[in-house]
């Protein structure tokens, strides 16, 4: 590992001269063929994810401008094999204020974005001259995408939402992505179409200097992880931005009846979190995928019935929009939880991912508003924070003492 003093402008401008010189092979400098073929595969996940869908919108951090014209490519191709149908996502970007020459292309309608210097807290987005950056621009105005620049304030806003409501501790450039897609929604852009599929550049700790800072007296009234928090972590700031509210809970499943309608891979993720919780899960759908056919799951092969609702004590609607909408009113009409996986607005319930259960001796609460911490996770994210403190200057050292 070679530290180099600069930015991620000069750690390419060096590699290129080695590559040269040397004849070495970098990734995303002389190979960055294969390193722009692999950052397609994040639209294929996206796509899966989303049931073999397309989002309406998708919102993409910019750095050297690789990922999001890859994701758009990823989306093609699926469309042209006939794995995915519809239309195609509008692709925004995302960027700090302090880096942010493909965004200051888009605004006057230019082509190529100018180079800039970088002055950020999200490092891994610090890029001022983007290699692919003519690449962002031609694909966000051939979507009919937009760009949102936010400050490092906001980017630090996104990255506490974040880890507030959904329990992922992003680094600066997830922050962003999030911080911009709030941008867009103030901005009202389509308000009436779901905004779909952020990407969350990197869920790990990657710049730590960015992470502490002191909650602010506007912040002591939010609601954290034990109140009300809105659906999917997005709050409405904007006017005409609808929003439900739901009430975190922790629930005992065990040997309860779960009715899973859908066999396909968003199905299959689910039940992986029903059968960690101890659940009794009833599968239904015409078509089911080999990994769901345990032996510990009953199937129901073929259409939904509401009759198949009997005795259940939660449902989750992963099939096609219609039957989603016909199992969530025969849920409704049962007073049974949904968890309605491509209609948020009228689900009674949220189903996280592939989290492990909780126990009630994990976690502790108190009156004072704090994030969730769970016994060995947090005890090992303090030390991960610890350990990277260590590496950091004088000051930061100091201030981590003065928690400690």
């Known amino acids: 590992m070679i530290a180099v003093e600069g930015n991620y402008d000069d750690v390419n401008r060096l590699c290129t001269q080695i590559a040269d ?21 994040m639209g294929f996940e996206v796509a899966e994810q989303l049931g073999w869908r397309f989002p309406d919108h998708l919102v993409s951090p910019v750095a050297g401008g690789t990922l999001l014209p890859r994701i758009y490519k990823g989306f093609r191709e699926f469309l042209e094999v006939g794995l995915v149908e519809g239309k195609l996502p509008r692709i925004h970007a995302a960027q700090p204020t302090g880096s942010a020459p493909v965004i200051r292309a888009l605004e006057p309608g230019a082509e190529f974005p100018d180079p800039v210097k970088p002055n950020t807290i999200a490092k891994s987005l610090a890029i ?20 949102a620049m936010v400050t490092d304030d906001e980017i630090l806003d ?20 999030l911080a911009a897609t709030r941008a867009l929604i103030r901005a009202r852009r389509d308000q009436s179409e779901r905004v779909g599929g952020r990407l969350h550049h990197r869920q790990r700790l ?31 700031e904007g006017a005409g931005v609808s ?8 629930l005992d499943l065990q040997s309860r009846k779960v009715v899973v309608v859908g066999g396909g891979p968003v199905a299959a993720s689910k039940i992986e979190s029903l059968f960690s919780a101890g659940a009794r899960v009833t599968v239904v759908a015409p078509q089911i995928r080999p990994e769901i056919e345990r032996s510990d799951v009953e199937i129901v092969r073929r ?33 049974i939880f949904v968890n309605a996986v491509d209609d948020p607005e009228h689900a009674t319930a949220y ?26 996770a947090a005890r090992g994210l303090r030390c991960v924070v610890a350990a990277r403190a260590r590496r950091m200057d004088d000051s930061v050292r100091r201030c981590t003492a003065r928690v400690a």
């Not at 989750?316 to 009409?333: D, G, I, K, L």
């Open 21 to 41: 010189r040397y004849g070495w092979g970098f990734a995303n400098i002389n190979l960055r063929s294969y390193y722009a073929e692999g950052a397609k595969t």
């Open 128 to 147: 001022g001259n983007p290699a692919d950056g003519f690449q962002v621009v031609r694909v966000v105005k051939e979507t009919g995408g937009s760009g």
């Open 158 to 177: 996104g990255i506490e939402l974040l880890a507030r409501t959904e329990g992922i501790f992003t680094e600066p450039a997830g922050g962003t992505t």
């Open 206 to 236: 990657q710049d730590g200097r960015s992470r502490a800072r002191p909650r602010r007296e506007a912040d002591a009234d939010r609601p954290i992880a034990g109140g009300l928090r809105p659906r999917h972590g997005i709050p409405p």
């Open 243 to 250: 929003m439900n509210v739901m009430f975190p809970a922790f």
């Open 303 to 335: 259409e939904f019935r509401e009759t198949d609702l009997d005795g259940a004590w939660w449902v989750v609607a992963a099939a096609p929009p219609a039957v989603n909408r016909q199992v969530s009113a025969a849920a409704e009409a049962r007073h």
């Open 351 to 376: 189903l996280g991912r592939r989290r492990a259960p909780r126990r009630r001796d994990d976690c502790h609460f108190d009156r004072r508003p704090r994030a969730r911490a769970c016994g060995p």
